[in-house]
């Protein structure tokens, strides 16, 4: 089998707001075609058209090859060995940020034509299942502009996603700091406060977790801050500090009991080492397109497993990324949950549309994927609707 191309689609939401802290309102989908027919599809959680350009563009050197232009012929059967072909032959662009993360959709869209090309899901391909089910987290992100809505929305959707059959669910507190949600500015306490009407609602049987998107600014703050949260049982709370500042988060893991989570934004498994050895982070969170895809998703795992630490994949994409992250957590031991939101609970009409992750929500586990491949099928209707969204807004 041989590969003959690659298209790139880039989606867009209609009406997308600049202001509000969510990826889910864009989108890059990538089809790798076969010469015998089969076509494998992934995707990736960085600006489209950045992506799509680390794909598409042509190379100039051996240091810099094209990522279309290198796979275009070879067989797609030896997907680390791609991988590795892929990271190496891009090095001077690569290596690191947007060029790894389009590698990503490309390496998830190479398991996925694995799977189907053998007949067998992908994470049979991956190690085979270390779990009967697998724990989904709901992450909640209500999109309003005053704190007011902002609590009393994020409450009512935790009561809808334990009605929906959800065991823990994902509290997004981001009222501070460089990415807070709609450009709310407000004091400590108020996240505080969200955070007790959340615990208040749910019980103490839910897991609860906190995400605060990188809101505070050095690590004497949210050690403050986090000596108030004790008392909610948190799961983790993820991505307190900005992600440069490792000796920050070495003295959170260190000096305040609640376990830390990071790692959605980090590129290989090179700076998944430093959080793990430098940093000391205890959860770690590898975005499967963002790492580099399925395979250097799965590197990460082993290396977190050998610490004796906890992977929770981050996910904020489609259909599409939550059965890549079904697959990751089915074959790894140390996976406690994913993030994983049902249609129902997404303000992002592509991430509705797009994909049916085919996964059923039963006491509290989703099932294992088990169609060949990633399992899945895209709506071409929602592709091409998106598409001409996003070919509306920009045309390159
Ligand atoms: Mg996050």
């Known amino acids: 089998m041989r590969i003959t191309s690659i298209d790139c689609h880039v989606l867009l939401q209609p009406a997308f707001d600049i202001t509000a802290a969510s990826s889910a309102q864009d989108d890059i989908v990538v089809e790798?075609?076969?010469?015998?027919?089969?076509?494998?599809?992934?995707?990736?959680?960085?600006?489209?058209?950045?992506a799509k350009a680390c794909i598409e563009a042509p190379g100039s050197h051996n240091m810099g090859v094209g990522l279309s232009e290198l796979l275009v012929g070879l067989d797609p059967m030896d997907v680390e060995g791609l991988w590795d072909q892929m990271y190496v032959s891009t090095a001077m662009n690569g290596r690191r940020g947007a060029v790894i993360n389009a590698i990503g959709a490309l390496d998830i869209a190479l398991h996925d034509l694995?799977?189907?090309?053998?007949?067998?899901?992908?994470?049979?391909?991956?190690?085979?299942?270390?779990?009967?089910?697998?724990?989904?987290y709901a992450s909640l992100q209500p999109h309003t502009n005053s704190y007011e809505e902002y609590r009393d929305s994020l409450i009512e959707w935790a009561l809808r996603a334990i009605a929906l059959g959800f065991h823990a669910v994902k509290a997004e507190i981001t009222l501070a700091g460089p990415f807070a949600h709609t450009g709310m500015r407000e004091p400590w306490e108020r996240s505080?406060?969200?955070?007790?009407?959340?615990?208040?609602?749910?019980?103490?049987?839910?897991?609860?977790?906190?995400?605060?998107?990188?809101?505070?600014?050095?690590?004497?703050?949210?050690?403050?801050?986090?000596?108030?949260?004790?008392?909610?049982d948190l799961y983790f709370v993820e991505t307190p500090l900005w992600p440069d500042d490792l000796d920050g988060y070495r003295r959170l893991t260190n000096e305040q009991p609640i376990r830390i989570a990071a790692g959605e934004w980090l590129t290989t498994r090179f700076e998944h080492l430093d959080l793990m050895d430098r940093a000391g982070v205890q959860v770690i969170q590898p975005d499967i397109g963002r790492v580099g895809g399925l395979t250097e998703a799965k590197r990460v795992c082993t290396l977190a497993a050998e610490r004796g630490l906890t992977i929770v994949p981050h996910?904020?994409?489609?259909?599409?990324?939550?059965?890549?992250?079904?697959?990751l957590a089915a074959a790894t031991p140390n996976c406690a949950f994913i993030e994983y939101l049902p249609a129902e609970l997404t303000e992002s009409g592509l991430r509705?549309?797009?994909a049916d992750d085919n996964m059923k929500l039963v006491d509290g586990k989703v099932t294992l994927p088990d169609g060949p491949g990633l399992g899945i099928e895209?709506?071409?209707?929602?592709?091409?609707?998106?598409?001409?969204?996003?070919?509306?807004?920009?045309?390159?």
């Open 315 to 327: 996910l904020w994409k489609t259909g599409i990324s939550v059965a890549a992250a079904a697959h």
């Open 114 to 136: 694995r799977g189907k090309a053998l007949g067998v899901p992908c994470y049979e391909l991956l190690g085979g299942a270390a779990h009967e089910g697998i724990t989904p």
């Open 32 to 50: 790798i075609h076969t010469d015998e027919g089969l076509t494998g599809i992934g995707e990736t959680d960085v600006n489209p058209w950045i």
């Open 192 to 232: 505080t406060e969200v955070l007790a009407g959340v615990r208040k609602a749910v019980g103490p049987d839910t897991q609860l977790l906190v995400d605060v998107q990188y809101a505070f600014p050095d690590a004497d703050t949210a050690l403050g801050v986090l000596k108030t949260w004790e008392e909610f």
């Open 378 to 396: 895209i709506n071409r209707d929602a592709l091409e609707y998106y598409e001409a969204v996003a070919n509306e807004a920009y045309q390159p």
């Open 352 to 354: 509705r549309d797009l």
